[in-house]
Each structure stands twice: as C-alpha cells, then as structure tokens.
C-alpha cells in the first residue's frame, strides 16, 4: 500500500501527538511548518524531514510545487484559515484541528473552498473515534436504547487543565483565540450530533 505524504503545520503538543501516531506503513512526514526551532527539529530528526521541506512560516510550504497528499493543520485557531484556504487550492486534503476557525464566515468559506475543489477535509473530533463513544453509537443506531428524546452530556474540564489551558493558557482570552465553549464545546457538540445523525 502506498503510503500517505504529511506535511504538518504547527508542530505544537497536538501537531506532534498527531504526527507521531502517523508511523509504519500508511503515513510519511515529509514537511514541517513552525516558528519555534526546537519544535521543527523535534519532528525533523523524529521523522527524517528533509531539510528543504522544515520551513519557519505555513506560508513558505506553499511555495513549493504540491509535495506531498495531506497537510495536517495544528495551529492556533485563529490561523486556520490561510493555510487552509492555501493547501485545498494547490489540491491538499486535510486533517484540520478543531474549530475549523473562530469565525463562522472563514468555516463557511473553507467548506465551500473544499467543495468546489474536490478536497477533503476531516476536522479533528477525536472523541468519535474512543472506543467508549464508538460503543455508545453503536448503540444509539442499533435501537438498543430505544428512540433517542434528549441528551444529558457533561464537558467535566477537570481543574488544573481549566487553570492551565482557560485561565492562564492558549485560551485564556478569546481575543487572541477561541472562545471556551467553542474550543473546548465543539467536541460536545459534535459528539450529539453524530449520535443523533441529524441537525439539532
């Protein structure tokens, strides 16, 4: 089987966890976008990037000729949308991190962007794919818990990942990201939607 070429954008903690599940037979390293050094490195030398393709801006992947089959997008959330927009037009699918952007008219806009390309996108609601909510949807859709009326469902952010990453973190302030219960809610969100498999 021919394996998948990545190239990761933002080699922060969730870049990183994402990459380094990506070893064996389907997937490659074969870029890496990121200001900090320490982190280009980490995933350089962990996976044998190539020096030409470990750049210090999303941007300057892009000047290069299509290199690769996906880019995994890790930033920020508020930097989503320009490597977005940049990879679905050089014909990249994607592993978008969740929320696909802070701003409804930038989702709106990859979305239709994608569409119109033929690129595919996969956000990265990770919780459908934990054995604990795989079995529950399994339930839900074989009619073992009978019709579905409503849902009860608790985002329990235990304390110190609270302080650590809402308070004094990334999101602590939803001017310079997104908002708490976008950042941390869209998982729910998704995670009721898919159960229910229609629109709220």
Not at 160 to 187: D, E, T
């Amino acid at each position: 089987m021919k394996k998948l070429k990545v190239v990761l954008i933002g080699a922060g903690s969730r870049g990183g966890t994402y990459t380094d599940r990506m070893f064996g037979d389907k997937y490659q390293i074969v870029g890496v976008a990121e200001p900090k050094e320490s982190r280009r490195n980490y995933i350089k030398e962990k996976h044998g990037v190539l020096e030409e393709n470990c750049f210090d801006t999303w941007e300057r992947v892009f000047e290069k000729p299509k290199f690769a089959d996906v880019v995994v997008i890790s930033t920020m959330d508020q930097l989503h949308c320009g490597p977005a927009l940049k990879a679905i037009e050089m014909g990249y699918d994607l592993l978008l991190e969740k929320p696909a952007s802070n701003d409804c008219k930038e989702c709106i806009e990859i979305a239709n962007a994608a569409k119109e390309k033929g690129t595919k996108i996969l956000v990265c609601h990770v919780l459908r794919y934990s054995p604990f909510f795989m079995r529950v949807k399994q339930m839900v859709d074989d009619g073992m818990v009978g019709r579905i009326m409503s849902i009860h469902h608790s985002e329990c952010v235990g304390n110190v990942h609270q302080s650590h990453s809402f308070v004094r973190g990334n999101w602590g302030n939803s001017g310079r990201s997104s908002s708490m219960i976008l950042q941390k809610s869209c998982h729910d969100m998704d995670i009721i939607l898919w159960l229910m498999g229609k629109d709220c």
